[in-house]
């Protein structure tokens, strides 16, 4: 992280082409995975003929593939040497992999293909956020998480609206294909990022061994830092089930099922375009205070989002709950990124990169598996009180956050 510069300064030059590069590398590639992934369920079910639990199957594997991977990751990224070429392969890797499925005949090479793709997506991430930390000073750390963030929030609209124009035209096979477009530029944009950090890489060592420095971290109070994230992330609920509750609440108030699946995916899309827009907001509020103001106020919008989700009802609930939800989670990644690149110190940073991955991963699953179970064997809005318990949890701990600078 190089030395802060003057206000004038700062406000001129924090959105270099490398940072900006970064932001279209999300951008890019979660357009090409977003596209595949959306036309996935119907490709293995209705092409393969799998069913739905091969379909979990694959998703489940793939989502704890990529929490283990980010932290192996974070070792690997502390070489700057080596920080460029993980980052660089990691983004083909996933691009490559993901178009591939639109060539297997069989559940199983769809898995392993998902697979890779998940695993290259996990190992890049530590990588990619140290690329971009060494592009950034400490008053800019906020705007450039941000961007990234917004890049892949926009990539999220984006994908879907390509594999739904093109699917038509081309068919699954191909449009899941085609997916290798954005994905290789993608890689390509990370490239340019990289191209530009080399001139600047001032964490990490070329000898620096593959350990998870945990005890470093330990004295450099990490877990201080992670109890919070901990919390958000075991109320962060997947947003299938965000669709999933507002096509109940749409269908309760008199729609007909195949329009409120229609509004509640509509709802959705608007969703991902809210967290565009408040990851930049929260990048501007991190840098002109700190990453806790906008970590609590993720959460702040995630209790009150799952309340509404929990007791609205009609189309007026649907569009505020997605509304609550789409800024808290452009808020709350967007800090907690930040977090790390603050609160640690820059020897031990890639490593701590990687633990956030894996709190990230481990918690997403465990929170919408127990909601799940909520849901089913009690009601939604237990499962949704659950998940507000633990938002409100980490909004109430959030104080425990620390961002030293090193």
């Known amino acids: 992280m190089t030395e802060q510069p003057t206000k004038d300064q700062d406000q001129a030059a924090w959105l ?27 490709f293995v079910t209705g092409v393969l003929g799998g069913g739905a639990s091969a379909l979990a199957a694959i998703d489940g ?20 040497k080596r920080r460029g070429w993980l980052a660089r392969s990691g983004y ?52 450039a ?20 124009a093109l699917v038509g035209v081309f068919g699954v096979r191909w449009t899941i294909m085609l997916a290798l477009i954005p994905g290789a530029l993608a890689a390509i944009a990370i ?20 350990s998870l420095n945990l005890h470093e971290l330990r004295r450099e109070g990490i877990w201080r830092t992670l109890a919070p994230v901990s919390f958000f992330e075991l109320g962060n609920l997947a947003n299938t089930l965000l669709i999933l509750r507002a096509t109940d609440l749409l269908i309760g108030s008199g729609w007909h099922s195949a329009a409120a699946a229609s509004a509640a995916i ?69 800090a907690e990124s930040s977090l790390v690149a603050l609160s640690v110190s820059a020897e031990n940073r890639s490593h701590a990169f990687g633990l956030l991955g894996l709190v990230q991963s481990i918690g997403d699953l465990g929170a919408t598996v127990v909601a799940g179970l909520l849901w089913t064997l009690i009601s939604p809005q237990v499962a949704f009180g659950y998940a507000s318990a633990w938002m409100l949890l980490s909004l109430l701990s959030g104080r425990l956050l620390a961002t030293r600078p090193h």
Request: some cysteine; proline content about 3%; hydrophobic content about 50%.
């Open 145 to 164: 998480f941000g961007l990234e963030r917004a890049g892949d929030n926009l990539g999220a609209i984006l994908g879907p609206l390509l594999a739904s």
């Open 266 to 334: 509509l709802a959705y899309a608007g969703h991902n375009g809210v967290a565009v827009g408040s990851a930049l907001l929260a990048g501007q509020l991190i840098d002109r205070r700190n990453p806790r103001a906008a970590f609590a106020l993720g959460g702040a919008c995630f209790v009150a989002a799952y309340l509404t989700f929990a007791f609205g009802t009609g189309l007026a609930a649907v569009i505020v709950g997605f509304v609550l939800a789409g800024a808290g989670i452009g808020l709350a990644e967007t």
């Open 61 to 80: 594997v793939a989502d704890a593939l990529t929490g283990l991977s980010k932290l192996a990751g974070g070792p690997l990224a502390a070489d700057p």
């Open 191 to 210: 490239s340019v990022a990289v191209s530009e950090a080399r001139a600047t890489f001032t964490t990490g060592t070329a000898k620096a061994r593959l």
């Open 16 to 42: 270099t082409p490398g940072v900006a590069s970064v932001g279209a590398a999300s951008f890019f590639s979660d357009a090409g995975h977003e596209m595949a992934t959306s036309l996935l369920p119907g």
């Open 92 to 143: 083909l890797g996933t691009a490559l992999a993901t178009a591939g499925i639109g060539l297997t005949v069989a559940v199983s090479q769809v898995a392993i293909l998902r697979a890779i793709a998940w695993v290259s997506r996990g190992l890049r991430s530590p990588a990619r956020d140290m690329v971009l930390t060494d592009l950034t000073d400490k008053g800019s750390v906020g705007r």
